[in-house]
């Protein structure tokens, strides 16, 4: 499975981005998907996943309220809609894909595929 995430760019505090990451060379809709977010200096962190057919999400805390993963498996494409902006949301965003399980895990160890990462830079 390749991913190729996009979206990212420079976004005031209070704004809104929506990431994409497509997915080559696998089944997609048999996929757990997943966001996670590097910043500098600090180990990688769990956003959002979302089940295969897209019915369930799961979300880490500091998204809820302002994330929203979803998927479109006809495009092979999942989506991260973020609202609300924070600079603390300042990092490299990468998608994942578990196509070990049908969990929806936020271990980065769960994930057996990732993206290269698009840069989300929040100013204040």
């Known amino acids: 499975v390749q991913l190729q995430a996009s979206g990212g760019g420079l976004v005031q505090a209070g704004g809104s981005l929506r990431l994409s990451c497509a997915a080559s060379?696998?089944?997609?809709?048999?996929?757990?998907m997943g966001w996670f977010r590097q910043a500098p200096g600090k180990e990688r962190e769990f956003v959002a996943a979302?089940?295969?057919?897209?019915?369930?999400?799961y979300y880490a805390d500091s998204a809820k309220g302002r994330f929203t993963i979803s998927r479109d498996n006809a495009k092979n494409t999942v989506y991260l809609q973020m609202n609300s902006l924070k600079p603390e949301d300042t990092a490299v965003y990468y998608c994942?894909?578990?196509?070990?399980?049908?969990?929806?895990?936020?271990?980065?160890?769960?994930?057996?595929?990732w993206g290269q990462g698009t840069l989300v830079t929040v100013s204040s």
């Open positions: 994942a894909a578990n196509t070990l399980n049908t969990l929806l895990s936020k271990a980065v160890v769960a994930y057996n595929y």
């Open positions: 979302i089940s295969r057919s897209g019915g369930s999400a």
């Open positions: 060379g696998g089944t997609f809709n048999n996929v757990v």
